[in-house]
T-cell receptor, first 115, second 114 residues
Framework: NAGVTQTPKFRILKIGQSMTLQCTQD?????MYWYRQDPGMGLKLIYY???????DKGEVPNGYNVSRSTTEDFPLRLELAAPSQTSVYFC??????????????FGPGTRLLVL | AQKVTQAQTEISVVEKEDVTLDCVYE???????LFWYKQPPSGELVFLIR??????QNEISGRYSWNFQKSTSSFNFTITASQVVDSAVYFC???????????FGIGTKLQVIP
């Protein structure tokens, strides 16, 4: 298994540009998550999904959109990039049942710089 | 409200010393999970351990051990005989009350000096 993969690894955007961060997992996990990690800080949840077709906002959703058309893929969309979105973005997945909360496994991260 | 406090932002130890990383959490939920993750300089996040709120047994895995105490809302992590490869940022995280309620501490940067 490749686990959780993310592309690209690094990207520079100009203010106002848009882009999609890709995330794919091959573990058949039903839950997927997007986090951002700012320098010297912990991770903050942007969006999460409990299954294909279902997404919901996390702690810091403004400026982002997500979709979950398949179990495997959970892309994160930035519509109008702003310098405040300069960060490292981590995608994670877990297999969670209604009565349990399972471990989240993380992708390698995407480093985004908005200038 | 949920909160995870890692009061030690940076720790330096000499190789072979023992070191304990502190984690204090706050939650009103009775069911919750606690995690420790390691983030080496390469940047990826590596899962180390998960502990649920009903299991206060301490855990030992090689040189790593974890002390979970509900009475003090703490989930501390000890590395015995530290090695240079242990140099990383370590995050404590709390998962409770639904899958959106994931709270990470700000991390403790551990530097092991040869």
């Amino acid at each position: 298994n490749a686990g959780v993969t993310q592309t690209p690894k690094f990207r520079i955007l100009k203010i106002g540009q848009s882009m999609t961060l890709q995330c794919t997992q091959d573990m058949n996990h039903n839950y997927m998550y997007w986090y951002r990690q700012d320098p010297g800080m912990g991770l903050k949840l942007i969006y999460y999904s409990v299954g294909a077709g279902i997404t919901d906002k996390g702690e810091v959703p403004n400026g982002y959109n997500v979709s979950r058309s398949t179990t495997e893929d959970f892309p994160l969309r930035l519509e109008l990039a702003a310098p405040s979105q300069t960060s490292v973005y981590f995608c994670a997945s877990s297999y969670s049942q209604p009565t349990g909360m399972e471990t989240q496994y993380f992708g390698p991260g995407t480093r985004l710089l908005v200038l | 409200a949920q909160k995870v406090t890692q009061a030690q932002t940076e720790i330096s130890v000499v190789e072979k010393e023992d070191v304990t990383l502190d984690c204090v959490y706050e939650t009103r939920d009775t069911t919750y999970y606690l995690f420790w993750y390691k983030q080496p300089p390469s940047g990826e996040l590596v899962f180390l351990i998960r502990r649920n709120s009903f299991d206060e047994q301490n855990e030992i895995s090689g040189r790593y051990s974890w002390n979970f105490q509900k009475s003090t809302s703490s989930f501390n992590f000890t590395i015995t005989a530290s090695q240079v490869v242990d140099s990383a940022v370590y995050f404590c995280a709390l998962l409770s009350g639904g899958y959106q309620k994931v709270t990470f501490g700000i991390g403790t940067k551990l530097q092991v000096i040869p």
